[in-house]
């Protein structure tokens, strides 16, 4: 708020007033003008009245009643101030529904257009493939297969990389973009992560990947995407139209919804989506944050499911989208079975850790941090040219390994789907039509029979001839050739609905390695990737594995549900994540008999990486990017460090760190904001010894603060000091502001300047938490209540006292300390030293405006 001003005038650097400092009593009301309030949450606290709902009686400064006049004005203006309170409180609140709303609904829409697109892509690039090899065979079809395949490859990536690794496109597009996600709702700007050539980037760039046939996944980057959306409907007018402001607190509150909602229409899983911003992303969540996050993610997966079934027949949405089992069969898994889900949890957390560690390892080498790297491999990974020619050769790498690995595999008789009438087991597709599933992933167009997505009818299987005879398949082929979702669902399949084993344990084997070693060999690249859905693929690949090892035990075992078991696991240990996995794995598949042992598989996965290497792989990649994210709580064993330590640590990289007691002085906090540009300030108990460490005290919030203070303190003095006819008014300072600036701070007298009145802020202390002013004036004076400040009597600023004159050492009648260098620098003591006033304050403090803007320096705390 300012003085005089109705609509709180003052600074526009100062911004708006914190609801924590803006406790205005009703012996304030008769003294000042009408505060209007500026917020910067819709959560106001707000305290006017007393702990009871009687009316407080209105006294005056000196202690005396005022009159009924006076106090009726007071309580009209506390009335108006409550009834502005609400109406902003429901303005923002009909704000944050409408934000709401509108961003599941664009994530739906968006999610969807994604993937219509690049299904459409990869069908013409995989007919295309399978026509040239099916119509030349071995000899003359490989070739030209191999340079559609690879120039499809190679030219998407191409693309891709070049509009990251120009110096007009979007360098935080790489990656999922999820550790950059956190820091922001961790409280921490990142520039440009919600820029709109950052979500082009991202969006068009995840198709081109998947489009590609690379081994990453669009649900991680969907993380991203969601929330962008969020950012996107937050950044209309709202302020026009329904006069709501978003505040930074809101608009992370709204970005959460919108994560979750890019997660849900991702997987078709409103609840898991909801609890993978509370598990993964979100650092704190406010307390009504289900129910919008409920209404988020269902606005998005209703949106999809809407858009997907009015296409459904067009387009062939089976290869990318995971929804829906194939049919209601239980999936037939034992009690007996549990110690095997167990030590498939075991196996699952083993294989997830090393996952991480590779995929770290080469994301660090790309970066240039891995030691292990030769110079010259990271001198050239460290230019641009050389960041696109990896790239590139990344994605050369991943074609020429899907297409000539199944050349070294013998065919096999094409698996036909047995008709059986005892199950809903897609019962619309029949014996003769299980043919077409085959003929159409050959390249042959079939009806659109069994194809209902979201339907208990099941999807069909794709089996791909590669250069096999007609009515023969490829396993390697069939995981190689296709989007990793419709060979997960190969995976989870169940042997015994078909007439053909449908992989074999060597198969299954060769190709989890080589997939591993494609996503390892190209995590990092400078293109968007996710790694979401290739651990299901390789956990999907060891838990069907392990399926033929648990029919040895127990013949009844179904080597597909290990498959979906394994695949959770696989998640499970390399996010650290439980309940999200959970919920997610059974609403994507409608496989809710299964929840035990994936609950089980999940856990144990869990507890094994954690033990075995610490940090999951978003973590990782937080603290090697340098993103700036505070925990919760201390981790133990940064928990014993002193904080003299950490201090000391910043003062090497950043300069001296200016540090406050938790009662300071008046002019230390203007010397703090007037001679540095830090933007931030440990509050610490003992400054001397650097411990005790309260907590931070933004550069913003102080010239707020001091700013209400220095004002209600010049109106006292005005009221305090009236101007009589006949009595000539003060001379007033003259000089400029920089001029006045230094003779306050420094304390160098100046001519012509007005020194008889004088703030008793002068010579007391200043506290960021006491609700109480004791003035040091005449005993029993009342004071106002205005932002948490104390001014506690202390020695007298005489230089030969002992007292401080203005920020350095001394002792107080409170307490003493020695000159620190975490102090601002004191003024030299002065013969006739100028007391600071509260007019001369407020003036020092218009200045620390002008450095507010540069206030990213060498603050503490703050990143």
Excluded at 7 to 36: D, K
Excluded at 372 to 393: C, E, Q, S, T
Aim: aromatic share 8%; proline share 6%.
């Amino acid at each position: 708020g300012g003085s005089g001003s109705p609509r709180g005038g003052g600074s526009p650097r100062c911004g708006r007033v914190s609801s924590t400092f803006t406790r205005v009593t009703t012996g304030m009301s008769s003294v000042l003008p009408a505060i209007r309030l500026r917020r910067t949450s819709s959560y106001f606290v707000h305290s006017s009245r007393a702990e009871d709902d009687k009316p407080a009686r209105v006294m005056s400064p000196d202690g005396a009643p005022l009159p009924e006049s006076e106090s009726d004005e007071s309580e009209e203006v506390e009335r108006r101030q409550n009834e502005l309170i609400n109406h902003r409180l429901r303005v923002a609140g009909f704000g944050k529904l409408c934000v709401t709303i509108l961003a599941g609904g664009l994530a739906g829409i968006v999610l969807w257009a994604m993937t219509t697109a690049t299904a459409n892509l990869t069908k013409a690039k995989f007919d295309n493939v399978r026509r040239l090899l099916r119509d030349h065979g071995v000899d003359g079809g490989l070739g030209p297969a191999y340079a559609v395949h690879a120039g499809v490859a190679v030219t998407a990536i191409g693309l891709t990389a070049f509009g990251i690794l120009h110096p007009s496109g979007a360098p935080l597009a790489r990656g999922s973009g999820i550790p950059e996600l956190k820091g922001y709702l961790n409280g921490n700007r990142q520039p440009g992560l919600f820029r709109f050539r950052t979500f082009v980037g991202r969006a068009v760039g995840i198709c081109l990947v998947i489009t590609a046939t690379m081994p990453f996944g669009r649900e991680g980057p969907s993380v991203h995407i969601g929330a962008s959306l969020a950012s996107m409907a937050l950044n209309l007018p709202w302020k026009r139209w329904i006069g709501w402001l978003p505040s930074p607190e809101e608009r992370r509150q709204v970005l959460q919804l919108g994560s979750a909602a890019g997660i849900a229409a991702a997987f078709n899983a409103p609840i898991g989506g909801m609890l993978y911003v509370m598990e993964e992303v979100a650092t704190s969540l406010p307390p009504d944050y289900v129910w919008r996050a409920m209404i988020t993610t269902g606005m998005a997966v209703g949106v999809v499911q809407l858009l997907y079934n009015a296409n459904q027949g067009r387009v062939d949405y089976a290869s990318l989208v995971i929804s829906g089992r194939d049919g209601g069969l239980s999936t037939g898994w034992g009690v007996a079975e549990l110690p095997l889900v167990l030590v498939l949890g075991v196996i699952m957390g083993v294989l997830s850790a090393a996952f991480t560690i590779m995929l770290d390892f080469f994301a660090s080498a790309r970066r240039g941090q891995n030691k292990h790297v030769p110079p010259g491999i990271r001198k050239f990974l460290a230019n641009k040219y050389g960041m696109w020619l990896d790239a590139v050769a990344g994605a050369l790498f991943v074609a020429t390994t899907q297409i000539f690995l199944p050349y070294f595999f013998h065919c096999r008789k094409a698996p036909v789907k047995l008709d059986t009438t005892t199950s809903t087991y897609n019962a619309n597709v029949t014996f003769s039509s299980a043919l077409e599933e085959y003929n159409f992933y050959s390249g042959n167009s079939t009806t659109a029979a069994g194809r209902h997505l979201l339907s208990k009818a099941g999807t069909p299987r794709q089996f791909v001839q590669y250069t096999c005879h007609p009515g023969e398949f490829s396993e390697m082929a069939t995981l190689m050739l296709q989007n990793e979702e419709g060979v997960i669902k190969h995976l989870f399949a169940r042997d015994e609905l078909y007439t053909e084993k449908l992989f074999t344990p060597p198969v299954i084997i060769v190709f989890f390695v080589s997939y591993f070693a494609m996503a390892c060999l190209t995590s990092g690249a400078a293109f968007p990737a996710g790694v979401f859905i290739p651990n299901m693929m390789m956990g999907a690949t060891i838990g069907r594995l392990f399926g033929f090892f648990a029919e040895m035990i127990i013949p009844k075992a179904n080597k597909g549900t290990y498959a979906l078991i394994g695949a959770a696991a696989m998640l499970g240990g390399f996010t650290r994540m439980t309940a999200a996995i959970t919920v997610i794995m059974i609403e994507s598949t409608a496989s809710l008999d299964v929840l035990a042992p994936i609950i089980l598989a999940t856990v144990v996965a869990r507890a094994t990486a954690t033990a075995l290497i610490g940090h999951n792989f978003d973590e990782r990649l937080i603290i090697a990017k340098g993103v700036p994210f505070l925990e919760r709580e201390a981790h133990p064993t940064t928990a014993a460090q002193h904080i003299g330590d950490a201090l000391r640590e910043a003062d090497k990289r950043r300069g001296p760190i200016i540090a406050f007691r938790p009662q300071e002085r008046l002019q230390v906090l203007l010397n703090a904001l007037l001679l540095t540009e830090h933007n931030a300030f440990p509050v610490l108990e003992d400054v001397e010894n650097n411990t005790g460490l309260r907590g931070l005290v933004t550069r913003a919030m102080l010239q707020r603060v001091l700013r209400i203070v220095l004002e209600a303190e010049e109106q006292k003095e005005s009221l305090d000091h009236p101007h009589h006819e006949g009595i000539p008014e003060p001379r007033k300072r003259s000089g400029s502001l920089t001029e006045r600036f230094v003779a306050a701070v420094v304390g160098l007298p100046m001519p012509s300047v007005h020194h008889q009145h004088h703030s008793p802020y002068t010579t007391g202390e200043w506290s960021l938490e006491d609700p109480a002013i004791v003035p040091a004036g005449p005993a029993g004076a009342a004071a106002p209540d205005v932002a948490h400040a104390t001014a506690a009597t202390t020695a007298n600023r005489d230089a030969g006292s002992g007292g401080e004159g203005g920020g350095g050492g001394g002792a107080t009648a409170n307490s003493s300390r020695s000159p620190s260098k975490h102090s601002p620098p004191p003024p030299p003591a002065h013969a006739n030293d100028t007391p600071l006033s509260a007019a001369t304050a407020a003036a020092m403090l218009a200045a620390t405006g002008a450095s507010s803007g540069a206030s990213a320096g060498a603050g503490a705390g703050a990143g």
